[in-house]
């Protein structure tokens, strides 16, 4: 009897479960389920960020979008729902930021999310003005502002979004473009706690929301589209599980496409180095200290299992000629669970230099 040995494209994986392509890149997730008049709720992204409830905001079986509650505030100064600040509500490339909302009344302006100090690069905003004709307007990098022309109306729910693709940002409305416009630079910050239903002042929200998600590196739509007919899923299902192959196989090859995942990194992180050191975008990294002259310690938000991971760094200076660097473990500073040092040199005169451009991966198991 002839055997013929298969081929791994000869055979067809299939899952149990259905998920979400862009969970892993998921960095708020808030379905708001739970008891009428609760005062707390869960984060079901990775972050698992701490949900805070403030003046009169609560849980409300009143009206919902999906799962038979929400999250509601009845328009008092006070009421707010805060997150921490962090790196996911900073965007320096694609992101979707998305929710619905339901309106019982308008105040002259309010503030749908907001991590706005009151100034500064990168401050972000979605708010509803009555003073504009019950429009929304997105406030960003201090006082531009990014409005749209079609006037709301209370008692109803809407499925808003804002993505960026590129250097495009579109908000879009139940699907539909709300307007668009360039920006090349940051949008959001990592430094302010983030609000819902309130501004850094007085702005408050007179409705409810519902199914807030933030997902950070990717622009969900790009073109009109059904807004979401079910709660977002809550996990990657099988969308991103691992595929063992025996250690003798010489090869996968998966449909006609490749492999798509979402991330393959332990942690990483591009930085401007010089000056003070400034995140332009990361993922698991806190925080990053400088100890002079290209030489900085970069914190874990996540610690590793152990200190034995592998690190890579590309560094560039921007200007003066635009030289490469070349990175080496800091002197005296040892690589730990949750940190570790890095130092920029300059390749032709080896001294210390601070790099425009540093860009850092680690991967391990």
Sequence with gaps: MNLTKPRLDQFKITGSTVGDLYFPQTTLLLPFNGENAATTTSDLSNTNATVTFNGNSQISTA??????????????????????????YRFGADFTVEMWFYMNAFNTYSALYSTWPGSGTGSLEIQIRSAGGNTIRTWYNSNSTFDSSTSLSTGQWYHLALTRSGTTVTRWLNGTSDGTMTLSGQMGRDDETVKLGADGGTYTFDGYMDEIRITKGVARYTAAFTPPTTAHLTSAGDVNKQIIVNSAADGVAIGTGGINQARVAKAWVNFNGTGTVAIRDSYNISSITDNG?????????????????????????????????????????????????????????????????????????
């Design 293 to 365: 002259t290209g030489k900085q310690t970069i914190t874990y938000s996540t610690a590793m299992a152990d200190a034995n991971y592998s690190i890579t760094v590309f560094a560039h200076d921007d200007t003066s000629g635009g030289w490469w660097r070349t990175a080496v473990s800091q002197a005296g500073a040892s690589q730990a669970a949750g940190s570790f040092a890095v130092e920029t040199v300059h390749t032709s005169v080896l001294d210390y230099r601070d790099s425009g451009t540093v860009c850092v991966q680690v991967f391990g198991n």
């Design 63 to 88: 009206q919902s979008k999906f799962g038979g509650s929400s999250l509601y505030f009845n328009g008092t100064a006070g009421d707010n729902v805060t997150l921490p600040a962090g790196s996911a």
